[in-house]
């Protein structure tokens, strides 16, 4: 187990914190400042108590050089009005440049200094020592809060662990708990409930969520893959052919193990996404050839719910249907309404699960929101975080 935050003593120490700024911009803007804000508890402690701070994240994909279009100007600004207080920030050709190691060393103390994009340098994601030295060179000692980061084995989430006493910061602790509670005797029935576009996504995820849950509802565009795999004449619906084999053998595989999968009866069809005006009901294993399923309909709708009702802990992750695109977001509501009413512990986790909530306003009412979609999914599949396994542990 890592060290926590609060077991760090950072008084008048630089420290450098991997944060999660991996967030979307527009015209010079931050469109969504939620991970940005998600930090904000881990820096106010750090400052609080005297540290100052270097802060270093990622943005976009840029390849491999700097890239205006990958700056991190705008999310100093935002970060600076959430803090209330200057954020320095300078464009330079990457986090490790000389004109980045100058501007670090001129930092007073107390105050925040955003390095400019990680991934501006090659070795980021080369993991490369060389650049993790540059980096550790700013700060005495390290905190990783990029929890969305942690399952990339990178210079600012592993290589520079290995070279400074380390801790993790809160959000980091914050996600790894709240996963922790659904693989470590989840109240139960756990019921997990998986939808979105592609079982291809989520076939890790799936077989080892088969040896925890009790229920698996399946929804969205993955369901109809299982139930093709079974026979059943789906139309034109999105599916993974190569994958029936395997889709036969999760759904033997649950059956072995007790585990109740609950596919959707019927569904909504249209011709066509754009055609919400002409969708019909029908069975979701006798679906017209020239018909798609674009959500789960009224009779599987009416059984997710009642799958729900009862359980001790729910896990969410994928959208039922179509939802961007009314009215083939109904099942996704529906659901999702049920799921926000219950006294369980429920986990949603995925980028598009948690922009349907948030539009339904539901998004307050669940226990906890994984904002890392590849981190939580790699942990739930139960392999090792490298950003998280190259933490210090805790003392005993
Ligand atoms: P998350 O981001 O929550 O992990 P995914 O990215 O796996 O979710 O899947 C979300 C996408 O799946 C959405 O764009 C949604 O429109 C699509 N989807 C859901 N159901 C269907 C369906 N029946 N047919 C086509 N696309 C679907
Ligand atoms: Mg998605």
Same mark, same amino acid.
């Given at each position: 187990?890592?060290?926590?935050? %609060?077991?760090?003593? =950072?008084?008048?120490?630089? &420290? *450098?914190?991997?944060?999660?700024?991996? &967030?979307?911009?527009?015209?010079?803007?931050?469109?969504?400042?939620?991970?940005?804000?998600a930090a904000l508890p881990t820096l106010r402690a750090l400052l609080e108590r005297g540290?100052?701070?270097?802060?270093?994240? +990622?943005?976009?994909?840029?390849?491999?050089?700097?890239?205006?279009?990958? !700056?991190?100007?705008?999310?100093?600004? !935002?970060?600076?009005?959430l803090l209330g207080r200057e954020v320095r920030y300078t464009p330079t050709p990457g986090?490790?440049?000389?004109?980045?190691?100058?501007?670090?060393?001129?930092? $007073?103390?107390?105050?925040?200094?955003?390095?400019?994009?990680?991934?501006?340098?090659?070795?980021?994601?080369?993991?490369?020592?060389?650049?993790? @030295?540059?980096?550790?060179?700013?700060?005495?000692?390290?905190?990783?809060?990029?929890?969305?980061?942690?399952?990339?084995? +990178?210079?600012?989430?592993?290589?520079?662990?290995?070279?400074?006493?380390?801790?993790?910061?809160?959000?980091?602790?914050?996600?790894?708990?709240?996963?922790?509670?659904?693989?470590?005797? $989840?109240?139960?029935?756990?019921?997990?409930?998986?939808?979105?576009?592609?079982?291809?996504?989520?076939?890790?995820?799936?077989?080892?969520?088969?040896?925890?849950? %009790?229920?698996?509802?399946?929804?969205?565009?993955?369901?109809?893959?299982? &139930?093709?795999?079974?026979g059943g004449s789906v139309g034109k619906s999105l599916v993974e052919p190569e994958l029936? +084999?395997?889709? !036969?053998?999760?759904?033997?595989?649950?059956?072995?193990?007790?585990?109740?999968?609950?596919?959707?009866?019927?569904?909504?069809?249209?011709?066509?996404?754009?055609?919400?005006?002409?969708?019909? &009901? +029908?069975?979701?294993?006798?679906?017209?050839?020239?018909?798609?399923?674009?959500?789960?309909?009224?009779?599987?709708?009416?059984?997710? #719910?009642?799958?729900?009702?009862?359980?001790?802990?729910?896990?969410?992750?994928?959208?039922?249907?179509?939802?961007?695109?009314?009215?083939?977001?109904?099942?996704?509501?529906?659901?999702?309404?049920? *799921?926000?009413?219950?006294?369980?512990?429920? #986990? =949603?986790?995925?980028?598009?699960?948690?922009?349907?909530?948030?539009?339904?306003?539901?998004?307050?009412?669940?226990?906890?929101?994984?904002?890392?979609?590849?981190?939580? @999914?790699?942990?739930?599949?139960?392999?090792?975080?490298?950003?998280?396994?190259?933490?210090?542990?805790?003392?005993?």
């Open positions: 187990m890592y060290r926590r935050l %609060d077991d760090l003593n =950072v008084s008048g120490e630089r &420290v *450098l914190v991997r944060v999660d700024f991996n &967030v979307p911009i527009k015209d010079g803007e931050v469109k969504d400042d939620t991970r940005i804000r540290a100052t701070l270097v802060l270093t994240s +990622h943005l976009g994909r840029p390849k491999g050089g700097p890239d205006d279009k990958y !700056r991190l100007g705008p999310v100093a600004r !935002r970060l600076g009005e986090p490790a440049s000389t004109e980045q190691q100058e501007f670090v060393a001129a930092a $007073p103390p107390g105050s925040v200094t955003l390095i400019e994009n990680s991934r501006f340098d090659p070795r980021e994601e080369a993991n490369d020592p060389a650049l993790a @030295r540059v980096l550790a060179s700013y700060a005495s000692l390290y905190v990783d809060d990029a929890f969305g980061a942690a399952h990339r084995a +990178h210079a600012t989430t592993e290589g520079v662990a290995r070279l400074l006493p380390n801790a993790a910061g809160y959000l980091m602790d914050a996600e790894l708990s709240a996963l922790a509670k659904l693989v470590e005797r $989840p109240a139960r029935p756990f019921v997990v409930v998986l939808g979105g576009a592609k079982v291809s996504d989520k076939l890790g995820i799936i077989t080892r969520l088969l040896d925890l849950a %009790d229920t698996l509802v399946v929804g969205g565009a993955m369901a109809y893959t299982f &139930v093709a795999a079974r029936y +084999h395997t889709a !036969r053998r999760i759904l033997d595989d649950a059956r072995e193990r007790g585990v109740h999968v609950l596919l959707p009866l019927d569904s909504l069809c249209a011709r066509a996404i754009a055609d919400g005006a002409g969708a019909s &009901v +029908h069975p979701s294993a006798a679906i017209p050839d020239d018909l798609m399923g674009l959500d789960i309909g009224p009779a599987a709708r009416q059984e997710f #719910v009642a799958a729900l009702q009862g359980a001790g802990t729910v896990f969410w992750n994928g959208p039922l249907g179509v939802f961007e695109t009314p009215p083939f977001d109904g099942g996704t509501m529906a659901v999702g309404a049920a *799921l926000a009413a219950l006294p369980a512990y429920t #986990v =949603v986790g995925g980028g598009d699960s948690i922009a349907a909530l948030n539009a339904a306003g539901l998004l307050g009412r669940v226990s906890h929101v994984s904002t890392g979609g590849g981190a939580s @999914r790699e942990y739930l599949e139960g392999r090792v975080l490298p950003g998280v396994a190259a933490l210090d542990p805790a003392a005993s």
